[in-house]
């Protein structure tokens, strides 16, 4: 696995990784509801640049813990930025949801079946969950 491709699926998984925290409530909403979009947008994109190896040529993929330590921050990052006023309930109910389980995530996490399990959705995601988590996802887009 390339570490572009590797990147992309731990991009991916951290969107939809609070799906089944959704279900059970969510994040505590402390989060600011009145970032810029310059800072929202900002504080979103920082997981990947961050994980980013200063040498393109001659990439080292970072191991599991440096992930796990790397979507951690990312968490409180976002968490502290928050997001912007206007977003609909449900994107910041996912929102929530991803702030709580970035800061939950472990090294044991980042195996390929858990991954390719979190881009379902999670297991246990009903329906509404997964729309709420659908609904963060497109309002990033």
Known sequence: MTIRT???TVT???LLVGAV???CGGGGGGAPSDASEKDFCAAQSSL???LLPDDMADPEMPSNEDMAKAVQDWGAEIEEVGTPEGISDDARAGF???VEQANDIEASDFTMEKLEELEMG???ASAEVK???QAFSDYLT
């Open 131 to 133: 729309e709420k988590a």
């Open 21 to 23: 925290t959704t279900a």
């Open 122 to 124: 999670g297991a246990d």
């Open 48 to 50: 990947v640049e961050n």
């Open 6 to 8: 590797r990147l992309t």
């Open 96 to 98: 929530e949801a991803v």
């Open 12 to 14: 991916s998984a951290a």
